[in-house]
């Protein structure tokens, strides 16, 4: 059950470790994080969206994405209604709701931890055959 190794997802945005974003981020499909972004960063409802941060990936706001893989920081809280990932260098300083979470060892959460209902998990694609 716990043997697979998540495929990266396809990745449709780049924000290079250069690279910093001030204010809110709205997106679709793939988001891989290297720089840093100063607001809150969700999905847009209903689509299959997925945010992967590196080790140099940091986010100071909220977090609302399905499906999330966490290497960076994130001063916020997280909302992933399909998955959390958290490599061994994740930090996270705020609360984390989740379906399903997988952490590795060096992990690290100073906040509260959450697990969604199972209506959540069955309502996310009902909703996205509706729209």
């Known amino acids: 059950m716990f043997s697979k190794v998540p495929k990266p997802g396809r990745i449709d945005t780049l924000i290079g470790k250069a690279s910093r974003v001030n204010g809110d981020l709205g997106f679709a499909g793939g988001l891989h994080l290297d720089g840093a972004i100063a607001g809150n960063?969700?999905?847009e409802p209903g689509t299959p969206s997925s945010l992967s941060v590196s080790e140099s990936g940091t986010i100071e706001g909220n977090v609302d994405v399905p499906s999330v893989m966490l290497n960076g920081q994130v001063?916020?809280?997280?909302?992933?209604?399909?998955?959390?990932?958290?490599?061994?260098?994740?930090?996270?300083?705020g609360d984390v709701f989740y379906s399903v979470i997988e952490m590795t060892l060096g992990?690290?959460?100073?906040?509260?931890?959450?697990?969604?209902?199972a209506e959540s998990q069955e309502m996310a694609p009902a909703e996205a055959v509706g729209a």
Do not use: C, F
């Not at 399909?82 to 490599?87: I, S």
């Open 41 to 43: 960063v969700q999905a």
């Open 75 to 93: 001063k916020g809280d997280i909302h992933a209604r399909e998955r959390l990932v958290l490599g061994a260098n994740a930090r996270v300083e």
């Open 107 to 117: 992990a690290q959460i100073m906040g509260k931890l959450t697990q969604l209902p």
